[in-house]
């Protein structure tokens, strides 16, 4: 992969899946999710603690942003390093960010030693994400647009024209639309922007 693309897209997943790694009787059941905040992380793990009440360990790691700082990783109670560390070398591997594994674990009654564990969480994990489609995403940056509601089609042809991503918008006598735009699109659109009149775009 060039530089050039790596600079204007991101890898991640674009749906859920899971997939399950068994030894000696000890069960892992690893869940891949896109998420986007450390909020849509906690849901989903709130979830799963419902759905697998019984489970010994809910392990994860999860890795948000382009900048590299934004991840966490839990063992979970088990020994130091041997769960969520080989969950995130799984993700960090694939290059994908925007992503959280939970590795579900269910105790088999034989203790596998921190070798084993290591090996059990890194195999569930690597089998999730193998199982899930890795899209890529353009990289954006986030603007905000004021202008009047008549010039509405105007603003949304531009940004359907160069694939723009609506945050949140407020729709009024005079309307407020938070945009991400491509970053390899930038100049185009707010070229395109610029030529209607009175249409105020800010760099948030």
């Known amino acids: 992969m060039t530089t050039i693309i790596d600079k204007e897209y991101y890898l991640t997943i674009s749906q859920i899946a899971s997939a399950e790694f068994k030894d000696r009787g000890s069960k892992f059941i690893a869940y891949a999710f896109p998420i986007t905040t450390a909020d849509d992380f906690k849901k989903h793990l709130q979830q799963l603690k419902k759905e697998h009440p019984k489970a010994v360990h809910h392990c994860f790691a999860y890795r948000i942003g382009l900048d590299g700082n934004t991840f966490r990783s839990s063992d979970d109670g088990e020994p130091s390093g041997t769960a969520g560390k080989p969950i995130l070398g799984q993700i960090d591997s694939k290059e994908i960010t925007d992503v959280a ?104």
């Open 101 to 204: 594994v939970i590795v579900v674990r269910y105790w088999g009654g034989t203790l596998l030693g921190v070798p084993g564990l290591i090996n059990a969480y890194k195999t569930a994990t690597a089998l999730v994400l193998q199982t899930v489609p890795i899209v890529q995403k353009p990289i954006e940056i986030n603007y905000a647009i004021q202008f009047d509601y008549t010039q509405m089609n105007d603003v949304m042809m531009i940004l359907k024209k160069y694939n723009c991503t609506v945050l949140n918008q407020e729709l009024q006598l005079f309307c407020i639309v938070n945009i991400g735009m491509p970053i390899n699109r930038t100049t185009e659109v707010l070229y395109a922007l610029n030529e209607l009149k009175n249409v105020e775009i800010k760099k948030q």
